[in-house]
């Protein structure tokens, strides 16, 4: 008897989703597959054992092995009962039992009869609650999946997988411009609506939808970005604010993350568990919330002074609307007026605006000089990246916010300039 085999479903991206490919006797006469739900870097599959090969750069490979081995032994153990009990199993039928084994319960087959407005709600559904996705993450799918039925409502037609083309994405987009959408807003929407097709895409929901990736492309504008210098920052931790609770905490919430490089959700909920000794030395030890990765932070004296301010437990933080509001306060004060010139696209147009340096400060200001500040002081990327958590070297350069005085005074201490 044929025995289940794993394939890829494309060899030719980087990474691809596995599935379950199994040739069993069936009226039908038709070979079943199953979407096992995860992908693997291509270059890391091997053909002949149908498995991922051991990485240190992949270490869940051990983890998508054994999933795979258990789908295969429950695979052939359904087909075996339905056999011993003299009854044909097919496709669909296959499907359910493995679903209700992997506790997804499906009580009929997934095929191309689901539209795509149902997707959408299972796709959403299937996020909610799990870790992995931020409660911003499944907002962001709703204002999709709302922006997108609001564009369907204008042609007074419910959209179906087959109307998911060039032509689609280009009138879509020309909706979202219409709205007076920032160009990075819609970058976003269009983004994750190709997000959701291409999961459909991998699941074969409907043979209806031809997935391209290079369906109208939205590029992304950088925001004003600006980070805090040493110097800055030191002006701000110089304010007396004895007599200002209020700005007194935000003020030190704001250097704990300038100092440690802590996303505002990570370092505004930090509880005393999280601080650690170890040779004498006092670190941050902590799980992040967005990317569920584990860093370990040295702290610098002025964190570990700003602790025993309070009594050695972490300052807890306010919402960050309310932070942003008042780190533009501590900003004034601090006298960081310098005049920024930000262009940005809204509607179509492009807007130019002086701002002062204070206006555009917010608690993300805190992540990015925190990278920008320790790459000045020759801190290895790789070690930045360990510490901010950042995987590719692509995504942590966005976080280095020097001027080009400020890189040419970096090399000029170079032995090439010498």
Known sequence: MAKPRFNLKSKEEKDSNIFLVYSYPNEARKRFRYSVGCSVPVALWNDREQRVRSSRQFPQYSEINAILSDLAQNAEKIYLIFRSQGKDLSIEQFKIELDKIYGKHTTEPVDDKITFEKFCSQFIQERIGNPDYSRGS???????????????????????????????????????????????????????????????????????????????????????????????????????????????????????????????????????????????????????????????????????????????????????????????????????????????????????????????????TARRSFASNAFKAGVPVKSIMQLTGHKTEKEFYKYIRLSGEEHAELIAENPFFK
């Open 138 to 364: 499944i907002v962001v799918y709703k204002n999709c999946v709302k922006h997108t039925q609001s564009f369907a409502a204008l042609s007074r037609r419910q959209l179906d997988f087959l109307d998911f083309d060039y032509a689609f994405f280009a009138d879509f987009t020309n909706y979202l411009f219409t709205k007076n959408f920032s160009k990075n807003y819609i970058h976003k929407i269009v983004s994750t609506l190709k997000t959701i097709l291409r999961e459909a895409d991998k699941r074969e929901i409907s043979p209806a939808l031809k997935y391209k990736s290079d369906w109208v492309q939205v590029s992304r504008e950088e925001p004003a970005k600006i980070y805090l210098t040493e110097e800055e920052l030191d002006k701000i931790a110089a304010l007396d604010l004895s007599t200002n609770a209020r700005l007194d905490r935000v003020r030190d919430l704001f250097l704990l993350g300038c100092f440690t490089g802590l996303r505002y959700s990570d370092y505004r909920s930090l509880k005393l568990e999280n601080l650690v000794i170890k040779n004498g030395r006092q670190y941050i030890d902590i799980l992040t919330q967005k990317t569920r990765q584990r860093v370990v932070i040295p702290l610098r004296k002025i964190v570990v002074d700003m602790l025993q301010k309070y009594n050695g437990v972490p300052p807890q933080g306010i919402t960050n609307q309310k932070a942003n509001e008042y780190l533009k306060e501590l900003g004034t004060l601090s006298g960081l007026d310098q005049a920024i010139l930000v262009t940005s696209f809204r509607g179509g147009k492009r807007i130019d605006q002086i701002f002062k340096k204070y206006q555009l400060i917010t608690t993300h």
